[in-house]
């Protein structure tokens, strides 16, 4: 009588466990089978943006790199932040130059200006 539901002792009938319920449990999963998954589904996507437009492709991977690098590459922000930091710096440093080197311009052609003022005038005056 394998079908009867077992007893227990105080001969009230106990469930049977149903096998059929219990949550699965990713955590069992290796990053590799993982990002292969991934791969296989960016791929899917990109094949078919590539039927549709080629163009959109570039975009996709970019967009996929950036969805993906907080999870594979957890520190990038606090390994980048110390280029970005040089990069902001350099970057308001050639700024001051720029302006310098404008500025220098414009009293150059201020003075030659003024120059070609003088001499018109002086010429007039003759």
């Known amino acids: 009588m394998a079908s009867e539901k077992p007893k227990s002792v105080d001969s009230a009938p106990v469930e049977a466990e149903d096998t059929h ?10 990053p590799k089978s993982d990002a292969v998954g991934v791969a296989a589904a960016i791929g899917v996507v990109v094949v078919g943006a590539a039927v549709i437009e080629v163009a959109l492709v570039p975009a996709i991977l970019v ?7 907080p999870k594979y590459l957890p520190n990038l922000g606090e390994r980048m932040k110390p280029l970005m930091n040089s990069t902001v710096r350099g970057a308001v440093k050639l700024g001051r130059k720029a302006r310098s080197a404008v500025n220098d311009a414009k009293e150059r052609i201020g003075d030659i200006s003024a120059e070609v003022h003088a001499e018109e005038a002086a010429a007039a005056s003759r």
């Not at 319920?21 to 290796?30: G, K, L, R, S």
């Not at 967009?63 to 690098?69: F, N």
């Open 21 to 30: 319920t219990h949550a699965v449990d990713h955590h069992d999963e290796t």
């Open 63 to 69: 967009g996929a790199a950036a969805a993906l690098a």
